[in-house]
């Protein structure tokens, strides 16, 4: 979308509609999960001393953010016990092509591709009976969040957690969808969910007394 089209421009032209003082900074970066979001936020979050922080998780956040890598390239993640696991990004001797180094291309890549793609495995996160490992994933989100509350404590920032959920947990149409399309869950018959990752983050927020917004209501 163009620019002025992004909701995070949007929010700020509608704060400065109402009169308020307000900079909105986008410090989204395709690609990265709520880990790298919350390390760079470590690293960087003072420099701009922010009045309230928004987080706005995705689904798949929470299988990237057990992963030790993302497509090849080590990342850094939170340990369980909430130990930060730093690690520095090893730059390959190849220049990687355009299509490689997006994460929205390589999906279109995907989508061209014949014949039925294996099973993604981001999408156990949306079953009923997880798969070995989300409780890892989920631990380590849980810390991941943490982290960011105490920093956001202690540079005296309000922090505002809304998880987005995909269309199908808004759109009963595009959930039949997906339960059928080959680059979704291919007419899996495991009971499912699109709802669980968000209630999952919601899960989280009230178990670490974090303010959170769930939008599904509004979207529907």
């Known amino acids: 979308v163009e620019r002025e089209d992004l909701f995070?421009?949007?929010?700020?032209?509608?704060w400065r509609s109402e009169e308020r003082r307000v900079d909105v900074v986008n410090a989204g970066t395709e690609g990265w999960s709520t880990d790298q979001e919350v390390a760079w936020f470590l690293a960087n979050a003072e420099a701009y001393d922010p009045d309230l922080v928004l987080l706005f998780p995705y689904e798949n956040d929470l299988y990237w953010n057990g992963q030790e890598s993302y497509y090849g390239t080590p990342k850094p993640r939170f340990e369980p016990s909430g130990v930060f696991e730093a690690k520095t990004l090893v730059k390959s001797a190849?220049?990687?092509?355009?299509?490689?180094?997006s994460a929205a291309l390589r999906a279109l890549g995907m989508l061209a591709r014949r014949g039925p793609p294996p099973p993604n495995p981001e999408f156990g996160v949306l079953l009923e009976s997880p798969p070995a490992g989300y409780a890892d994933w989920v631990a380590?989100?849980?810390?991941?969040?943490?982290?960011?509350?105490?920093?956001?404590?202690?540079?005296?920032a309000r922090l505002l957690l809304v998880p987005i959920p995909s269309k199908s947990a808004v759109d009963p149409a595009e959930k039949a969808f997906f339960q059928d399309w080959t680059h979704g869950l291919q007419g899996a018959k495991t009971p499912w969910s699109p709802d669980k990752p968000v209630n999952e983050f919601l899960g989280l927020a009230?178990?670490?007394?974090?303010e959170a917004l769930d939008p599904r209501a509004t979207l529907i």
């Open 8 to 14: 995070v421009d949007q929010l700020e032209g509608w």
């Open 94 to 101: 190849k220049k990687k092509s355009l299509r490689e180094s």
């Open 140 to 156: 380590r989100s849980e810390n991941a969040l943490k982290n960011l509350r105490e920093a956001c404590t202690v540079l005296g």
């Open 206 to 210: 009230t178990k670490l007394g974090i």
